[in-house]
């Protein structure tokens, strides 16, 4: 680490007991790990709640402080605090989740989810990246300031608040109710995450922007039955081939949509971000090798890393209708289901957006069928100027433990916890990840990769750091 | 029957026949009826084979010749005839089935499906319509004038052979192996069917023409395994889009067929003949109510009645791809399947017309997907001279029973067998059916209108006799 010597004590002390106790670190990770906490399943409701119970005495351990167990009408909430920082030291909540993804199918796992084996650098278990292992990361930055501090009253050089929800693999129902309620215990002045993954182990990113979300039904309904093709075809519309003309209608062979006013409040890609997102070494040949796609696609005047976290989409999730079993059946079908989805960016909203695709679509639908649309899910978009103090003390804190800059993501998916505290906390989120892209997240195998995890901790140490000093 | 008295003594005599035997003959169709010929299904295998014997024995004592179960590598055929007509009277070649469609689900009938049951003017029983009572209503015809005649010792105005298979319900696929390899056998100057309806008990039709059929399988995939449409939306393309750009591609919102060729063979409608289709005494708001679809669709140039019979369709009969169960999912899926079919009319060509498609697909098909036509079936549409005198002769004979002229109809659905007679024996087949539009078929409750079965017979019987004189 470059700049060791030239760091205040604290921090200094602080890296110096991440290092020291990187054992027991790792024996306690293992520990969380075994916890089979999948919020989604009924039957590992107790566990789910165990893991929540052990986390907040992981926290009390650290020093944290005011730890609570929050009970919700699902799984519970885990809060904890210190808040004894210099005067004008600003505030950081950091988030995360200790519920998993269910673990099935069992049998491709190569070691059973919930016993943490370690093989070369990686550590194999259901939640080791996904979240487990990175919220843990924040616990142990934490107790290396107050436990690591001269005589153990180490202190932090910014408060924080430390909230970790067990219900972000089920959608995160009562977090988003409980956030609107508790804006005071929450205030901070910014939010840090490490749900993320970075680009490899030599390359850190950091994401400043996540795209929303709009989910659509749209059901087409013909005759009353299924009707037998011969004896109706050419009298009846077809209510597959009428879902076909209205979702062509919906994206042109290029990539644009063609809902009127759908780009209207999309905010523009300045200059300066493009290049920006242009310094991401992204190998396509790689990339489509590995997603087996004969090429890439999409808006033309777009490169391929602004298209897929700058740009909204439109794509078809799912189609059904007719007869789609083994072999044919002349049916001209009473009814077909589509399921879509738009990807959003900042400023769209989702239920502007909805209303604009309905209107389209009632507009384009052919009298001689009946459409109907059903708006399913709507989470808006998220940008931080990457300019801010915040996202800067990560990006030194990288630099500093993984010796390179990190890169600037724009990413595809969503993280709805991000317009949350932007929408109800008024906070900008740093999304500050150690995964990587084959942590197999959601899949068998799942792993986190150990270097990471240590050099997240120091990360986090030096984050509160250069967040403190560049905020003051 | 306006002209009875008139008639040749023969046709009197098997008219009189008929008649007096109506009690008889309504319980041999019993008998037939009570054989369960589910020809598809293994378990009912005897039976299956079982009706082919009874119907064999029926044949002899109507007094048919030469009556042979011919065995084939699934149901057998039945064969017999009667060649002792006047040196110069026509050949009939009269087609039925004795297999019948599987009965379930078993709890919506009402009487069990094969404990054939009369209520009101009905007979309730599988296959009472389609096509056991429709078959037997000529052996009872051919009976009446053999057994009818002076002394018993009768004689047909006609030389008939009857052909009767057992997998009409299943394809016919060994029906399609015997007729090109027994052209002799089966010569004959016209071919007989019953195995249509007519309007109402009060509305006789002809069936002139029926519709081929070209069904192909569409495949398009795109990344190797389905994707996070978060992650990749933007970046690759959506294998369901594509396909429904493809859809919409294939045909226009007017109806009209879009892939280049297509209508090129199509064989354009007469003056005459769309005056004669004009005649046909169709009520569209009576169709739709039963349908249920919004409003009557096709090609506005067309009347209905002539888009429903006379000109060729493309109709989707099913789409699957993506996530397709309950709620939502983010997925950018790998691959999406339609089943499509085509509808033909004189002169196309099913192989034609499939490599017209599948060249036109190529053409328009996006370099980011893969897309892969398959034929699956082809059967050529077929159009019989309405003038011919067979034709003329089935008229005549429904006016005399039925008091009204016939309709001529060109049905949209398919009959293989009218294909197969024409090109391999190079037959005209007059389709001259009993059944009435709400028998049930395929459907529980299966029904036959007895009325219709008493002067099925009977015109059959008129039929012969108009024949031997109109084409003489």
Redesign the interface.
Known sequence: MKNFETMNPETKRALTHARNFRERHLEELKAFLRIPSIGTQPERKAETEAAADWLAEAMQEAGLENVQVIPTRGNPLVYSDWLHAAPDAPTVLIYGHYDVQPADPLYLWDTPPFEPTVKDDYIFARGAADDKGQTYIHIKAIEAYLEGGAEGGGRLPVNVKFLVEGEEESGGHNLSLFVPENGELLAADVALISDTHILSPEQPAIVYGL?G?C?VFLDVT????D????????????P??A???I???L?N?D?HIQIPGFYDAVRPLSDEERQLLAKHPFDEEAWLSE?????????PEYT?VE??GA??????????????DEG???????R????I?M?LVPDQKPKEIYEQLRNYVQQIA?????VRCQF??GAPASITDYNIPAIQAAAAAYEQVFGREPVYIR????IPVVGLFQEHLGLETVMMGFGLPDDCIHSPNERFYLPNFYRGIETAILFFYEYSRLSS
Chains 1, 2 share one sequence.
């Open positions: 795209r979300m989910y013909g005759p009353r039955r009707l037998h093709s011969g004896s109706f075809g050419g009298g009846v519309d077809n597959l081939n879902l076909s003309h979702i062509a209608a994206k062979k990539g997603n087996g796609a004969p090429k890439s696609w999409g808006e391929l298209r897929l740009r909204p989409t439109l794509d078809v999730n799912g189609i059904i209708g007719g007869y789609t044919m059946k002349t049916v001209l079908p009473a077909a289901h589509a399921k989805s990807r052919p009298p001689s069928v009946r399913m899910h990413e595809g998916g969503s």
